[in-house]
């Protein structure tokens, strides 16, 4: 939010007329749309994705021996030596395919949600050069110098001289202005900050970011209801959950769950969409945890898990900045509550007295048993069904709550309710949606190969299919696919 302020005021100073000012607002508040689209690929290499991605808000990304420097140092750390020079050797090796292909992906994935978001094309064109440098040495096509869109280059600068304000100090974030310019930024917009950002740091410090951002929206300002609204919370749902492979659809699942096992329990209309709207946006939190984390194949440990207990009280800080959502919360930031009061983040005892929040829990819990997560296969429906009833009968979950969310995941139904055949989108074959669930999971072409025992060519034959059928050309773009479409669970 402050540095969307920085490249308003800017671009205020610099004289842009209206449509270019709206497109910088825009782009400043929307340029890492497409971040959880790379976060599983980073964290592979780096560990804690959250932890570079900070790191490289102040380092001089036009910089190669810089940018080298902090990738070396995150890819190596806490290893051992002789893992140091073999991860040394990777990275030197195969560095520059690595960031075209992940920044790629980022801002494919971006274009997908803004287009769903109805951004025109002057915003999306601007994000396509989200990771592009003034000098060439950007990331995914090494845009330079006018090629990339004014409005991003103001952004590029914004950003960057509010991180590295917000970090070290004003005089710091001056003199990498000065430093920059004409490699990393457009020099006349690096000497417009220069002369000016001393005084924009010090009104940054007497106002309030998130009033101050929402007071310079362009006009007409738009308000989101009924189905608009519901569209703009699956693409937040969808970018949520493409945080990890293991998530893809969670969501949605637990949104369609939950307002099936509302309507069973008879809530009224209003109950039932305040429910799948809070489904949708309910695990907001887990972005800010890092996928080091919540990808781990082997056990947590305590700290580790401390900081996952903190993903709902995080779903409550980003919702409730917004008036809107903030009635979401009751039953978003709850999702991990208990009957019993065993749950977290609060410990609360949920039992009854909000049904919503009831039957949300029993709904997550159940769309996870039956997903396959990092440290363990799906469970079968049946044993899934089986867990989530033992836990109501030891009184952790709702009773009614859960027998209506397991009735409404087809448990119990009358034997010839059977459910009708499943047409694939996107003209996918049963074999082409298989390899396409496994490889939106962050499976590599062998390990596609091993888990349906065909070769890695074949498989290679079916992935290079599927995407051009659905139209993408990354991974992260083919789970974000998958996930629109109900392909992935």
Not at 99 to 127: I, K
Request: charged share 25%; aromatic share 6%; proline share 4%.
């Amino acid at each position: 939010m402050r540095s969307c302020l920085l490249a308003m005021w800017m671009s205020e100073a610099a004289g842009f007329d209206q449509e270019l000012r709206e497109t910088t607002y825009w782009v400043a508040l929307l340029r890492y749309i497409g971040c959880t689209g790379h976060a599983h690929e980073v964290a592979t290499l780096f560990g804690d994705e959250i932890a570079i991605r900070a790191q490289t808000l102040v380092h001089d990304a036009a910089n190669p021996s810089e940018v080298m420097r902090d990738v070396v140092a995150f890819a190596t750390a806490g290893r051992a030596p002789e893992e140091r020079e073999q991860i040394v050797l990777m990275i030197e090796q195969g560095a520059h395919e690595w960031a075209v292909h992940n920044f790629a992906s980022g801002c494919e994935v971006g274009d997908m949600l803004v287009r769903r978001l109805d951004f025109g094309p002057r915003v999306r064109d601007a994000l396509r050069f989200t990771f592009e440098r003034w000098n060439g040495n950007g990331f995914p096509t090494h845009a330079k110098g006018q090629a990339i869109p004014l409005a991003m280059r103001v952004v590029h600068v914004s950003h960057d001289m509010e991180a590295i304000g917000r970090h070290f100090s004003t005089a710091k974030a001056l003199e990498a202005a000065r430093e920059r310019r004409d490699q990393t930024y457009d020099p006349e917009l690096a000497d417009l900050f220069a002369a000016h950002g001393r005084g924009w740091f010090d009104r940054l410090d007497k106002l309030d970011p998130w009033d101050a951002v929402l007071e310079l929206e362009p006009e007409p300002r738009r308000t989101l209801e009924g189905a608009d609204l519901d569209n703009a919370l699956e693409v937040i749902a969808d970018f949520i959950d493409l945080k990890s492979p293991y998530m893809a659809g969670h969501s949605r699942r637990c949104a369609q769950l939950g307002a099936d096992a509302a309507r069973l329990l008879g809530f009224t209309e209003a109950a039932i969409t305040m429910l799948r709207r809070a489904a949708l946006v309910h695990d907001f939190g887990t972005t800010a945890v890092p996928n080091s984390i919540w990808d781990k194949t082997g056990p947590l440990t305590r700290a580790e898990f401390d900081r996952i207990e903190l993903h709902p009280m995080l779903t409550e800080q980003m919702l409730r900045r917004s008036p809107a959502l903030a009635t979401l919360n009751p039953v978003a930031c709850a999702h991990h509550e208990k009957a019993d009061g065993s749950g977290y983040h609060k410990r609360l005892r949920t039992d009854g007295a909000d049904p919503g929040a009831c039957v949300l829990a029993a709904a997550d819990i159940y769309v996870g048993l039956t997903t396959e997560r990092a440290d363990r296969p799906p469970l079968s429906d049946t044993d899934a069904a089986a867990e989530v009833r033992q836990l109501a009968s030891s009184g952790v979950l709702d009773q009614r709550a859960t027998d209506a969310v397991l009735m409404a995941a087809g448990h119990g139904k009358p034997d010839g309710a059977a459910s009708r055949r499943m047409q694939h989108p996107g003209r996918l074959s049963r074999r082409e949606v298989e390899v396409l669930h496994l490889a939106a999971m962050g499976l590599t072409t062998r390990q596609i190969a091993d888990r349906l025992h065909i070769s890695p060519k074949t498989t290679d034959h079916h992935i290079q299919h599927v995407y051009t059928k659905i139209g993408v050309s990354t991974r992260a773009a083919a789970a974000l696919w998958a996930t629109q479409h109900a392909v992935v669970r």
